[in-house]
Nanobody, 124 residues
């Protein structure tokens, strides 16, 4: 079992930045993919960014490319999402997730562990 706890959300103005953190604890056997998702009210959950631990390959949603950066601190079992040039449409609850795989388009995945989410609100 893996427990994930996100932090770092908040309210910022458009153009601002936030860094989300996701601290994991527990057994990491079988965890090869880590990802960030978001869900806005009334919207479906969507993949934002993901990293495959084996190769270090990273994927981003088109909507955040060039603005968001996913990274991982191995020693601390911590996943980060640096979010720059934030836009009002980035407003959502952000979740980290970990598990076996995710496709490059971030649409199909098998991620067994999810955090509770952290709210990001971007005002215009």
């Amino acid at each position: 079992q893996v427990q994930l706890v996100e932090s770092g959300g908040g309210s910022v103005q458009a153009g601002g930045a936030l860094r989300l953190s996701c601290v994991g604890s527990g057994s990491y056997d079988g965890i090869v993919t880590m990802a960030w998702f978001r869900q806005a009210p009334g919207e479906e959950r969507e993949g934002v960014a993901a990293i495959y631990l084996g190769s270090g390959q990273i994927w981003y949603a088109d909507s955040v490319k060039g603005r968001f950066t996913i990274s991982r601190e191995n020693d601390e079992n911590t996943l980060y999402l640096q979010m720059n040039s934030l836009k009002p449409e980035d407003t959502a609850t952000y979740y980290c997730a970990e598990g076996k795989y995710i496709t490059a388009d971030l649409r199909r995945y098998q991620l067994d562990y999810w955090g509770q989410g952290t709210q990001v609100t971007v005002s215009s």
